[in-house]
């Protein structure tokens, strides 16, 4: 997997390719799925959401440049593999989950594969966790129909937000940066184009 659909389509960042040979995705895929565990797509998980595909993982995890000191927020626990992955490259881990089954059953794959450093909370996620805030990056991984300005008032100066922004059906994945003290100060990267499921919320989309 990490050959063929990662290192081949370009991404090169050591620590992200190492994450990810060493967390096992089947390991975050229902039973009935796992013969596809390694394929390179998004896969449906419980409550119509999905794990992502492998690439996008890669490309949002290699997009916030982690060094291993760092403090993230993930909104969109979904699965954990994600969070997996985020654990490996940061020191510390926050994530949030709308769904509270999805949150419990990520915890329990995240405790299997000894991810200590991470924290789960059941909620809407488009509030951001202010009390752990500023977080060195964010990463989203629902799509949104804006760039919930919430979360770039919980990034630190210098660290970057990542985001699937555009309609219910196609996305395009954002870095933002934030360069000062103040959230209007951003320098924007279009990573290209994407499908998420939806970021549902109050900065996110409306509906249930
Ligand atoms: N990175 C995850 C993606 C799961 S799909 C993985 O690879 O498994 C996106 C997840 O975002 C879903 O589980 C969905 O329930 C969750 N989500 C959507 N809106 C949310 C919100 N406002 N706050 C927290 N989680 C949200």
Redesign the pocket.
Same mark, same amino acid.
């Given at each position: 997997m990490v050959d063929a659909q990662i290192r081949a389509r370009g991404i090169a960042d050591q620590r992200v390719l190492r994450a990810m040979e060493k967390i096992p995705r089947h390991l975050?895929i229902d039973a009935g799925l796992i013969d596809q565990a390694y394929n390179d797509s998004?896969l449906p @998980?419980d +409550?119509q959401?999905? @794990?992502?595909q492998p690439y996008i993982?890669a490309l949002m995890s290699a997009a916030v440049a982690l060094t291993g000191k760092e403090k993230v927020l993930? @909104?969109?626990? /979904?699965? /954990?593999?994600?969070?997996a992955i985020l654990a490996e490259l940061a020191d510390q881990v926050f994530s =949030?989950? +709308? @769904?509270a089954v999805?949150a419990n059953r990520?915890r329990k794959a995240l405790d299997a594969l000894n991810c200590y450093n991470v924290a789960i909370r059941v909620?809407?996620?488009?509030y951001g966790w202010r009390e752990e805030s500023p977080f060195a990056a964010i990463v989203v991984?629902?799509g949104a129909p804006q760039v919930p300005r919430t979360l770039i008032e919980q990034l630190a100066v210098g660290g970057s937000l990542v985001v699937p922004v555009g309609s219910r059906h196609s996305q395009n994945l954002l870095k933002l940066t934030r360069l000062s003290a103040n959230p209007d100060d951003l320098r924007r990267e279009e990573l290209g184009g994407c499908r998420?499921?939806?970021? =549902? /919320?109050?900065h996110?989309w409306n509906h249930s």
């Open positions: 975050f998004a @998980i +409550r959401q999905t @794990i992502s993982v993930e @909104i969109g626990t /979904g699965s /954990g593999y994600q969070t =949030i989950e +709308r @769904i999805l990520a909620g809407d996620g488009t991984t629902a998420f499921v939806d970021l =549902i /919320g109050e996110g």
